[in-house]
């Protein structure tokens, strides 16, 4: 059985930064693409960046030159740095794995919450 498990987020003020790791255990992590999502309140949860496992990355626009999705295979954990924080990054941040037929793989774990201040 799957199991995802994020962690790393915070309370930050405008501007600042946080890195956000996610362990996943029972997995083929090393070919999988892998995701991070973040729902605000009262929002749809959204994706904001995934990597392939040889490491080619796509992000929203949003975060594009703030945020940085990276891997270690050999760890299976999936990272995000996040810069230049702004008070709309504000989420419950969540990793996953794609699936174009089913939306993600895995059932949803249990998040990490960022918070920028203004």
């Known amino acids: 059985q799957v199991q995802l498990v994020e962690s790393g987020g915070g309370l930050v003020q405008a501007g600042g930064s946080l890195r956000l790791s996610c362990a996943a255990s029972?997995?083929?992590?090393?070919?999988?693409?892998m995701a991070w999502y973040r729902q605000a309140p009262g929002k749809q949860r959204e994706l904001v960046a995934r990597?392939?496992?040889?490491?080619?990355?796509y992000y929203t626009d949003s975060v594009k030159g703030r945020f940085t999705i990276s891997r270690d295979n050999a760890k299976n954990r999936v990272y995000l740095q996040m810069n230049s924080l702004k008070p709309e990054d504000t989420a419950v941040y969540y990793c996953?794995?794609?699936?174009?037929?089913?939306?993600?793989?895995?059932?949803w774990g249990q998040g990490t919450q960022v918070t920028v201040s203004s």
């Open positions: 029972g997995t083929l992590f090393s070919i999988e693409v």
């Open positions: 996953n794995a794609p699936s174009l037929r089913k939306g993600v793989l895995y059932s």
């Open positions: 990597i392939t496992g040889r490491s080619t990355t």
